[in-house]
């Protein structure tokens, strides 16, 4: 049966190319057909493409689903550089000082920056985790095509958090629910905008509570940092008696619309109450691993939790998902793999897992995105594998895991949209982006006393 009938045409075929089957098997020879966003067909290749088709050719490269990074800061783009080798509390120190000088078009040059950077390492959707002037990074965003979930950064207490960044929990559930009405589900779809809680240690009881019957009667999804160190843990059981999860629990947060990032000081038990109320952990490895130390990863994917990895933005490092897979896989290695002889502790497959459906299960678009299926959302990457540090290969999922970059992916698809053709951004002006945030990063310095 020929794929074609009258008056029907695709918006896009990838050409002869391989890709990635979910079960992470590689299919070669394959034309991915993309129509009104979706993947329409995979075939092989052979039958003839009507003209006015986009074509990608996909000869040497390998489409994977787009990465997603479930867990960044788009507004700290002009941090890079600034909090390697410094010692505690960073926070408090650098990021706070940092936010508390942001302009509205700051953020929004951030944003670009950020999203300029994600498509060129092959990631078409993250987790925004909320800053400020949230309403002009969701306008870079849309620009950009990238899929996001946006969340404001709500705080209401916190010594060191200055009067600037705090409101009342009145003002922080209004200023994200006038947030949502106004931006959630722009883009055709791509924007969906969350409650965001920035910590334990700056959000209050009240805060945490309400934000948890907010978000379920939008029926939307909370975004917080979570036991990314041990002052959490010390303050809930000084203060609470509790554990951070049980805390949460207390309060009625924990649920399936969770996100939770970091998760690196648990117990056993915290475990366990994720596992029930079906919460998404989020790592950010090199965040992680420079700062507090080693997850419980291993156990959380054999206890069937739902795993995503996440950038924790630039300002210690870069966007590229590919450095937080190589890095995360070399550290799981050593910290759970060696001492118990178990070479197998962090498959490449898993890790792969992770950046993708992990990501996509974290941002609740499992359904729609993380995996490249008929039907589902055409949010792809393409990486040029005919390279010598890729080839030739008696695994090219290991070599990919150990030895992509940024640099390999050629081509990008979000939302059936080719938004980056053989390294070319098409939605964004590279040389501006570039130009405005040089100009803004130094003047930024100067106002925050960040020099």
């Known amino acids: ?266 117990a056993e038990n915290e475990l366990e109450l994720l596992k029930e109320y079906e919460v998404k952990v989020v790592h950010c490895p090199r965040s992680n691993l420079g700062n507090h130390g080693f997850p419980k990863t291993p156990r959380m994917l054999q206890m069937g939790i739902s795993v995503g990895l996440g950038s924790d933005g630039a300002a210690a490092s870069s966007l590229c998902l590919f450095d937080e897979i190589r890095v995360f896989r070399s550290a799981m290695h050593a910290f759970w793999g060696l001492p118990y002889f178990d070479p197998v502790v962090m498959p490449a497959k898993v890790l792969l897992k992770m950046a993708t459906a992990g990501g996509a299960n974290a941002l609740l678009i499992g359904e729609e995105t993380g995996s490249i299926e008929v039907g589902k959302k055409a949010d792809l990457a393409l990486v040029d594998i005919d390279q010598p540090h890729l080839q030739p290969t008696y695994n090219l999922i290991n070599t990919i895991v150990e030895a992509a970059t940024s640099k390999d992916i050629s081509d990008v698809i979000i939302d059936g949209k080719v938004v980056m053709k053989e390294r070319q951004v098409l939605t964004m002006d590279e040389e501006a982006i570039m130009f405005e945030s040089k100009k803004r990063f130094g003047e930024l310095a100067k106002r925050a006393g960040l020099q």
């Open 1 to 266: 049966m020929a794929l074609y009938h009258k008056d029907d045409k695709d918006d896009v075929v990838i050409k002869n190319c391989s890709y990635l089957k979910p079960d992470f098997a590689i299919a070669k020879g394959k034309n991915i057909h993309i129509k009104n966003g979706r993947i329409r067909a995979i075939v092989d290749t052979g039958e003839d493409i009507p003209p006015g088709v986009e074509i990608i050719h996909g000869d040497g490269k390998l489409v994977i689903p787009g990465l997603i990074d479930a867990h960044t800061h788009v507004a700290q783009q002009f941090l890079k550089g600034r909090i390697l080798d410094e010692f505690p509390m960073v926070w408090a120190r650098i990021l706070v000082p940092y936010e508390s000088h942001l302009t509205a078009e700051d953020v929004y040059w951030s944003t670009k920056l950020a999203c300029l950077e994600m498509i060129k390492s092959g990631t078409t959707a993250f987790a925004e985790s909320g800053g400020p002037f949230m309403e002009r990074a969701v306008m870079a965003i849309l620009e950009s095509g990238l899929r996001a979930v946006v969340t404001r950064s709500t705080m209401d207490m916190g010594a060191f958090v200055p009067e600037n960044m705090r409101q009342s929990v009145e003002d922080n559930l209004k200023l994200t629910e006038s947030l949502y009405r106004q931006y959630n589900n722009l883009g055709e779809g791509r924007i969906k905008i969350w409650f965001g809680l920035r910590s334990l240690l700056t959000c209050s009881r009240e805060l945490i509570k309400e934000t948890a019957v907010a978000a379920r009667s939008l029926a939307t999804g909370v975004h917080m940092h979570f036991t990314e160190h041990r002052d959490e843990v010390s303050y809930c059981l000084e203060n609470y008696k509790k554990r951070p999860t049980e805390y949460l629990q207390s309060l009625g947060l924990l649920g399936p619309n969770l996100l939770t990032a970091h998760n690196v000081v648990l």
